[in-house]
């Protein structure tokens, strides 16, 4: 079965910093979703990625799937306090599959 | 529009009791998914249901189950709990199109003791 690994699995920032999460795959993927959990709130979708190679931009978010579509990674430029949480990819195969999340990436940032 | 709408936030069951779960979709949503969340095993997917059938299910035994009415409300059920099945539980609606995004609840956090 599908198995994804995303690391690291915590990552501790100063303010200011850059920070990037990278989701790996086994398997092809149809495409992936990534999604932000505050603390103490629920997951909130934040990008679909679908073609190979594709990069896309949300601030100072950037989003990017492999050419292999095998992984994908999530970059953060100049980290402010609110970029606190974890972030989670959801690797999909296609069709009507569950979707399943990664281990998601703990991320602090120290002020 | 109103959000995934989650009751009870929170709840606190004895070992051996049952428990169920409501989860009120974003209007027009007929997909609704459950998943339970742990610190120890992150997000997990216990089952996805559309127009009134569970379309999939995760690993989960099966004192697990779920339901969704017509008008795609959903609830979930554990019953015989135990002290392991303490976590939030989530929900979380979509439109009916392949890999729609997941519109998440605020959740109900269970506490068996």
């Known amino acids: 079965g599908q198995q994804v690994m995303q690391i690291p699995q915590y990552q501790h920032v100063q303010e200011g910093e850059d920070f990037t999460t990278y989701c790996n795959s086994s398997?092809?993927?149809?495409?992936i979703q990534w999604y932000k959990q505050r603390p103490g709130g629920h997951p909130v979708f934040l990008i679909q990625?679908?073609?190979?190679?594709e990069v896309k931009k949300q601030k100072r978010l950037t989003f990017q799937f492999g050419e292999a579509k095998k992984n994908s990674s999530l970059h953060i430029t100049a980290t402010q306090t609110t970029d606190v949480g974890t972030y989670f990819c959801?690797?999909?195969?296609?069709?009507?599959?569950?979707?399943?999340f990664g281990t998601g990436t703990k991320l602090q940032v120290i002020p | 529009k109103a959000g995934v709408t989650q009751t009870p936030r929170y709840l606190i069951k004895t070992r051996g009791q049952q428990v169920t779960l409501s989860c009120s979709p974003i209007?027009?949503?007929?997909?609704v998914s459950w998943y339970q969340q742990t610190p120890g095993q992150g997000l997990q997917f216990l089952f996805e249901?559309?127009?009134?059938?569970?379309?999939n299910k995760g690993n989960f035994p099966g004192r697990f189950s779920g339901r969704q009415f017509s008008n795609s409300r959903s609830e979930m059920n554990v019953s015989t709990l135990e002290l392991g099945d303490s976590a939030l539980y989530l929900c979380?609606?979509?439109?009916?199109?392949?890999?729609?995004?997941?519109?998440f609840g605020n959740g109900t956090r269970l506490t068996v003791t």
């Open positions: 979380a609606s979509s439109l009916d199109r392949v890999n729609s995004p997941l519109h």
């Open positions: 398997t092809t993927l149809s495409n």
């Open positions: 990625l679908v073609k190979s190679g």
């Open positions: 959801a690797p999909l195969s296609g069709g009507y599959q569950k979707v399943t």
């Open positions: 209007s027009g949503h007929r997909s």
């Open positions: 249901y559309f127009s009134e059938t569970q379309r």
